[in-house]
């Protein structure tokens, strides 16, 4: 089974600011990763995905974020953010193969909010 | 685009009463979730599905059942409403390719359910 925790249920940061979202994963057998963006009253939306390969993959609307295996770490960044980047975000992790079970994990979700 | 389909933005039911969540999805996948989001605790799977009539439990099941008749519909179903599902209920899909699940999921805009 694995798990995904996110370090902050919060993060307030003022426009033009960078930020950084933290995720850590357990997991007994390697994961793909994910980090989806839920606007106000909408659902969610993939912002990027790790498989394999780089560990720095890069989304949409400038986020970007980096694996880091040995720290189990999928931490989300972005260098200059926008009021409209307010919006909670989700990490979450599923393993690559399992027959039916192709269940993703979240964590409980950052809620980012950029102030002018 | 995928696009996943939630029959009700907002809905308001009474104790006891039988209540109907549809999601219908129109990119043919194989996939069907069932989430409900409370604050404070992410997204938690209910149900998912990964092909017509077939189910399996996800993390909270109790109190919830589903159907799939058809490739593109997957419906939730309270059997007896009770206060404690007042929550937001998401739906997503994700393609089943060589049962890997490197995939991302495509989420409906939600349905907030309130039962008084």
């Known amino acids: 089974a694995q798990s995904v925790t996110q370090l902050d249920s919060q993060v307030p940061v003022f426009e033009e600011a960078p930020v950084e979202l933290r995720c850590n994963y357990s997991?007994?057998?390697?994961?793909?990763l994910f980090w989806y963006v839920q606007y106000p009253n909408q659902g969610l939306q993939l912002l990027l995905k790790?498989?394999?390969?780089?560990?720095l993959v890069k989304g949409i609307n400038g986020f970007e974020a980096e694996f880091n295996k040995s720290q189990t770490s999928f931490h989300l960044r972005k260098p200059s953010v926008h009021i409209s980047d307010t919006a909670e975000y989700f990490c979450?992790?599923?393993?690559?193969?399992?027959?039916?079970?192709?269940?993703?994990?979240f964590g409980k979700g950052t809620l980012l909010t950029v102030n002018p | 685009d995928v696009k996943v389909t939630q029959s009700s933005r907002y809905l308001v039911k009474r104790t006891g009463e039988k209540v109907f969540l549809e999601c219908v999805q129109d990119?043919?996948?194989?996939?069907m979730f069932w989430y409900r989001q409370d604050p404070g605790l992410g997204l938690r799977l209910i149900y998912f599905?990964?092909?017509?009539?077939?189910?399996e439990k996800g993390d909270i099941p109790e109190g919830y059942s589903v159907s799939r008749e058809k490739k593109e519909r997957f419906s939730l179903i309270l059997e007896s409403a009770s206060t404690n599902q007042t929550s937001m209920y998401l739906c997503?899909?994700?393609?089943?390719?060589?049962?890997?699940?490197?995939?991302?999921?495509?989420f409906g805009d939600g349905t907030r359910l309130s039962i008084l």
């Open positions: 990119m043919d996948h194989e996939n």
């Open positions: 599905s990964y092909d017509v009539k077939m189910k």
């Open positions: 790790y498989l394999s390969g780089s560990t």
């Open positions: 997991s007994s057998v390697s994961v793909y």
């Open positions: 997503a899909s994700s393609p089943s390719i060589n049962r890997v699940s490197n995939q991302p999921q495509h």
């Open positions: 979450a992790v599923t393993p690559p193969r399992g027959g039916s079970n192709y269940k993703l994990t």
